[in-house]
C-alpha cells in the first residue's frame, strides 16, 4: 500500500530555517498536505500542494515538491519557539482516505 | 463553526471496563475518520464513513473495537473490554468529499484514553 516516510526529531536555533524532509510513494498523489500538532491538540492543516505544481510559498512556509523523486519538503523561515510541534506529511489520491507520515518533531531552541 | 468535537478529552479506566468515546463532525461534512496516536506507531487510521455507511474497517485492531455512525452527526467508537495496550489518544475527523475540494481533514481535539 502506499506509504510517507519522514523523519522523526528536527532540532534548530530560533531564527534559522527548518527544513522538514518526506517521501512518499503513490505515484498518483493529486494533493500532498503538512498538517501541524501542537501538544495536546488535533491536527492542523498548516500548506498544501496540488501535484501539478512544484513550489508554493505561503509568508514563512515554502513546500518543494519533486514528483519525479516523490519527495516534498517544507520550509520555515526565521524559526520561532511557537513553530515548535509535530509535523506531518500526508497525501491522497482520489476519494482514498489520507496517509500520514508519523510525524516529525520539531525543537526550536531559543 | 465549532469544529469537530470530540468528548471525553481524558479517560481513565481499569482493564476489561468499556470505554465510548463520542466524535460530533462538522456539519454538512460527508465522511468521518477516526485515528489513533500513540509514539511507537504514530497516526493509525481505524475506520472511516461515508454518508454514515462504514467503508473500510481494517485498521480496527481487532473485535474489541466498534464503530457506529447513526446518523450525519454523530458517530461512536468503542472498546469493549478495554486493554492497557488500548492507551493512546483517538481522534475524530472530518471532511466535505467533493470531486474539485482539496480533501482537507479537520481533526478533533481527541480523546486521550489510559487504561490501567
Known amino acids: 500500500g502506499e506509504d510517507v516516510e519522514q523523519s522523526l526529531f528536527l532540532s534548530v536555533r530560533e531564527g534559522d530555517s527548518s527544513v522538514i524532509n518526506c517521501t512518499y510513494t503513490?505515484?498518483?498523489?493529486?494533493?500532498l498536505y503538512w498538517y501541524k500538532q501542537e501538544p495536546g491538540a488535533g491536527l492542523q492543516l498548516l500548506t498544501y500542494i496540488f501535484s501539478n505544481m512544484d513550489m508554493k510559498q505561503d509568508q514563512r512556509l515554502t513546500v518543494l515538491l519533486n514528483k519525479k523523486d516523490k519527495h516534498l519538503s517544507l520550509r520555515i523561515a526565521d524559526t520561532q519557539t511557537g513553530d515548535s510541534a509535530i509535523y506531518f506529511c500526508?497525501?491522497?489520491?482520489?476519494?482514498?482516505?489520507?496517509?500520514f507520515g508519523k510525524g516529525t518533531r520539531l525543537s526550536v531552541i531559543a | 463553526d465549532a469544529g469537530v468535537i470530540q468528548s471525553p478529552r481524558h479517560e481513565v479506566t481499569e482493564m476489561g471496563q468499556e470505554v465510548t468515546l463520542r466524535c460530533k463532525p462538522i456539519s454538512g461534512h460527508n465522511s468521518l475518520f477516526w485515528y489513533r496516536q500513540t509514539m511507537m506507531r504514530g497516526l493509525e487510521l481505524l475506520i472511516y464513513?461515508?454518508?454514515?455507511?462504514?467503508?473500510?474497517d481494517s485498521g480496527m485492531p481487532e473485535d474489541r473495537f466498534s464503530a457506529k455512525m447513526p446518523n450525519a452527526s454523530f458517530s461512536t467508537l468503542k472498546i469493549q473490554p478495554s486493554e492497557p495496550r488500548d492507551s493512546a489518544v483517538y481522534f475524530c475527523a472530518s471532511t466535505l468529499q467533493d470531486p474539485g475540494g482539496t480533501g482537507e481533514l479537520f481533526f478533533g481535539e481527541g480523546s486521550r484514553l489510559t487504561v490501567l
Open positions: 464513513f461515508n454518508n454514515n455507511v462504514p467503508i473500510d
Open positions: 503513490d505515484s498518483s498523489s493529486t494533493y
Open positions: 500526508a497525501e491522497n489520491s482520489g476519494n482514498t482516505p489520507l496517509v
